[in-house]
């Protein structure tokens, strides 16, 4: 039998086992573990049957249920925190649904040593999922009603054994998992994937998610059938708050100031989120929980950069820039679960993001006649730029679904809805006077000091050459529905499960573009539009350009003569994505070893429209394409308890990863001049092969060691290239496009260790020690043609872009009496950002390596009020990436520490 059809052979047999009428239910427990004085959520306690060995974790609502229970006379345990709080003795009869609430913390009980909020809550809190999941995951618990002590998920996220975040402006935004593109990570929001906002991109930014309803950050690195299979790296879940995690009202409220310490701007933000559950006379309960987040961020970096332009160690241009930044985020969620009984639970899900960036980029770009050396001046062209646009991005997903018991049948559906759209309704994207000046040089390879003369700095220099503008959409929405259904059993006495389901998704992503470029201009210079001179903390800047002015000035402009025809068109395209999913899949827990096996069906098709332009005709045509592909992806994991603090895990998984809607892109335009640019929709899906080994070590209260060695197998790796010279490019000078490649592949190793010391004699048992490290490996084959290659394709090796070789956290915290102190470092060593020469290595950049430390601090005057303090950044790190060698810089951003300070009410 072929290897990768055994998994789907072992479901096969259970599904002949599920339906035999030899194997039959015995009863079922079900319950709740519920707080007497509503102070602590109990959604990740563990229900242990101690004389079957039989381990389940609360989910939502603290609700737990173990099916298939012989009859007999047992011993229920209750486990929090690493602690026993609840033993008692259970009868369970032939075909009885067993029912028993568990009500802790009541007067008569003392359980103040329970864990309920704070680092060492959240650390074992997230130890216990990860511990008792089939498949290998991460997680991180909120602290109490979500709040993150992180600025935002992605940065939380960054604490997570193989996770790096990818920043903007200073600002953590995208997740990569194991050292993967963001682009080739899925993210959802409580079973619902999220398209993205960006034109081109898959990624979604996780800094505009409320942190007020974010229960938990799931990261899935080996997937289960179940699941999509869109992730080579790894799948992040963000699991928002329910209701009935509470038994009557509560509210949280948040009251925060900023200080951004480089452009001395101070900064508001503010969170509510709250709830109430419902109890009917009829045991009925409903639960609704909302949210609202406000942030209101002003801030700036500087910045220098040569893009790459050194020739050995001559320069042949770069650029000083100055940005002035605002950025407001506004959040919103409701949320209603319907628990009708114990068997049956209606939900529905909303969430609402708007991410609205207003940037300022004043810059000056100079280009020398001929490349110069440091120290050494010669004549050079420059021209002073502006950018100034405001884009918002918004977020709204849905999802309706339920889930209900039926005997040994459990069936699970959810309806779901998101949209993402990007509107730049009209900014400035180049406003560009130009000069010529002699005795130009510049100090320092790795952070360019500029050396101009006097006239450099004086406006009446510079004449206006050309100012460009633009208007732009994109729209991403997906709708899905998904049903799953499972059958618990008996497969020899061993407790077994069967599930099977389907998906249905269909995608439309849209981009609409014009661009306009206004030349008519009666001999202005910049004096006549100049702003103040920026304070600029890499040295002089000289005069800056007013917005204001510039847009008064192309106000009076014909619009209609200045439309960029090519521009305008060539961008526009609509793309659809139909998948269609199918699974089998099951479960067998054979003494101490848990197996999962099982397969997943994926079939994709795509629809693209866009449009290709012959500048010699002057010709625009519409451009159609169809593509189809399907994946069958077998899976195998392993679960072996050494005994019970030790277990192992293996994992053979597959996942399949589409190409990105800029990669895709339905657009082909030739300038005339043998250049051309082009999409390419043919693109075939890249699929990877995972393997996973591991074992994890729990010792005590929020303790664990865990060591994962993992390697991904990735076929039809896509890049971008260059076909000048080949086939029917023979005659171009560059034809730049993406391409399938040959495979590439990623090996590496985690570590991870965490500890409270509550050993040590007080005041240190409240110190809290965490620690990770990843280390891998990479590569991946590239090629191009090249301009005069003769159609002779050159190859050669490179790592994959965006892939640290180390990465790590190390984590100090202190909770005691009130007081919580957590300072985190973050490192990420130097990878490989962008390949700028395909046939040569010279020209590519890297990302320097990063050390990022934060502080936090916060101490609880009392139940309902905490007062916090936050210092992100402490050492300024700045963002360096340089060409070839670190002393070659490609760009050097400074952008100094961000100051925080607030205070939260709580009432529960």
Wanted: charged share 25%.
């Amino acid at each position: 039998m072929n290897f990768r059809l055994k998994p789907l052979a072992a479901v096969i047999a259970l599904a002949g086992a599920a339906t035999s009428p030899a194997v039959c239910a015995d009863g079922n427990l079900e319950g709740r573990v519920a707080d007497g004085k509503n102070i602590a959520v109990y959604s990740d306690a563990v229900i242990r049957i101690e004389e079957l060995n039989r381990e389940v974790l609360t989910g939502k609502a603290g609700r737990f249920r173990m099916p298939q229970l012989k009859a007999g006379r047992y011993t229920l345990t209750v486990t929090i925190g690493g602690k026993e709080i609840e033993r008692r003795s259970i009868t369970i009869e032939d075909n009885q649904n067993k029912s028993i609430d568990i009500t802790l913390n009541q007067e008569t009980q003392d359980v103040e040593e329970v864990l309920v909020v704070g680092q060492a809550a959240q650390l074992q809190r997230a130890l216990d999922r990860q511990r008792f999941a089939d498949n290998t995951i991460s997680v991180i618990t909120a602290d109490a009603i979500g709040q993150l002590p992180d600025a935002n998920a992605a940065e939380a996220l960054q604490r997570v054994p193989g996770l790096s975040i990818e920043r903007d402006q200073g600002e953590g935004r995208f997740v990569r998992v194991r050292g993967i593109s963001p682009d080739l990570n899925s993210v959802s929001v409580n079973g619902t994937q999220l398209p993205a906002p960006e034109a081109g991109r898959r990624a979604v930014a996780l800094d505009v998610m409320p942190s007020e309803l974010i229960s938990a950050l799931v990261v899935t690195k080996t997937l289960t059938p179940d699941m999509d299979a869109n992730a080579i790296g790894g799948s992040i879940e963000v699991e928002s708050l329910s209701a009935l995690d509470r038994e009557g009202s509560f509210y949280t409220m948040r009251v925060e100031g900023s200080y951004d310490e480089l452009t001395e701007q101070s900064s508001p933000a503010l969170g509510l989120s709250g709830g109430n559950t419902l109890t009917f006379d009829n045991g009925q309960r409903l639960g609704i929980a909302g949210a609202l987040s406000y942030d209101k961020r002003k801030f700036g970096s500087d910045n220098v950069e040569t893009g790459g332009a050194w020739d050995e160690d001559a320069l042949e241009s770069f650029e000083i820039r100055d940005y002035s930044i605002e950025r407001e985020r506004l959040g919103a969620a409701l949320n209603f679960d319907y628990e009708v009984n114990a068997n049956n639970h209606l939900y529905l899900r909303t969430l609402y993001s708007s991410f609205t960036d207003d940037e300022q980029r004043q810059a000056s770009v100079i280009e020398f006649e001929d490349a110069l050396t440091a120290g050494s001046t010669g004549s050079a062209d420059v021209a002073r730029e502006l950018k100034a646009r405001e884009e918002t991005q918004e977020i709204v997903s849905t999802t309706f679904g339920g889930e209900h018991f039926i005997d040994d049948w459990t069936i699970e559906y959810a309806l779901g809805y998101s949209k993402a759209n990007e509107d730049e309704p009209g900014g400035i994207s180049g406003a560009v006077f130009e000069s010529s000046f002699d005795d130009m040089g510049f100090t320092n390879t790795r952070k360019p000091k500029l050396q101009a003369p006097a006239e450099y700095f004086a406006a009446s220099n510079y004449d206006i050459d050309k100012v460009k503008y633009t208007e732009a959409y994109t729209e991403d929405e997906q709708n899905s529905l998904r049903f799953d259904i499972t059958r618990d059993l008996f497969v020899k006495d061993y407790p077994a499960q069967f599930k099977f389901g389907g998906k249905y998704a269909s995608r439309e992503k849209i981009q609409n573009e014009d661009a306009w470029k206004f030349k008519d201009f009666n001999d202005e210079t910049l004096a006549d539009v100049a702003a103040a001179e920026p304070d600029y903390g890499l040295g002089r800047f000289g005069p800056a350009i007013s917005a204001d002015a510039i847009y008064e000035l192309i106000s009076v402009q014909d619009k209609a003569d200045a439309l960029d025809d090519e521009a305008s068109q060539i961008a526009d395209y609509r793309i659809t994505e139909d998948i269609s999913a199918a699974y089998l899949m099951a479960n067998i827990e054979i003494d101490e070893l848990l197996l999962l096996a099982g397969v997943r069906y994926e079939d994709t098709e795509h629809h693209f429209k866009g449009f290709s332009y012959d500048a010699d005709a002057e010709v625009f045509s519409v451009y159609r394409n169809d593509n189809q592909y399907s994946h069958v992806l077998p899976s195998v994991q392993a679960r072996y308890r050494l005994n019970d603090s030790t277990q192992l895990r293996a994992a053979w998984t597959n996942s399949v990863v589409r190409p990105t809607f800029e990669q895709m892109a339905p657009s082909f335009t030739d300038d005339g001049s043998a250049e051309a640019e082009m999409g390419n929709p043919a693109l075939d899906a890249m699929t990877s092969a995972n393997f996973d080994l591991g074992i994890e070590h729990f010792t005590g209260t929020a303790g664990a060691l865990s060591a994962f060695v993992f390697r991904k197998d990735i076929s039809d790796f896509i890049f971008e290239t260059d076909l000048a010279g080949s086939g029917d490019f023979i005659d171009y000078e560059e034809v730049a496009t993406y391409s399938n490649g040959d495979d590439a592949s990623i090996s590496g190793i985690e570590l991870a260790a965490s500890q409270r010391l509550e050993m040590l004699p007080a005041p240190f048992d409240g110190l809290l020690l965490s620690a990770n490290l990843t280390y891998s490996d990479s590569e991946a084959n590239i090629r191009s043609y090249g301009e005069g290659a003769d159609g002779v394709a050159s190859e050669r090796t490179i790592d994959l872009p965006n892939q640290s070789d180390i990465t790590g956290n190390l984590v100090i915290g202190y909770e005691k009496d009130g007081l919580m102190l957590r300072l985190a470092t973050n490192y990420k060593s130097e990878y490989l950002l962008e390949v700028n020469d395909l046939a040569s290595q010279d020209g590519d950049i890297y990302q320097a390596a990063q050390t990022q430390l934060d502080l936090s601090a916060a101490y609880e005057i009392n139940p309902q009020v905490k007062v916090n303090f936050e210092i992100a950044n402490i050492t300024d790190e700045p963002y360096y990436t340089y060409q070839n060698k670190e002393k070659y810089n490609a760009q050097y951003e400074d952008y100094g520490p961000t100051y925080r300070l607030g205070v939260t009410f709580s009432s529960f």
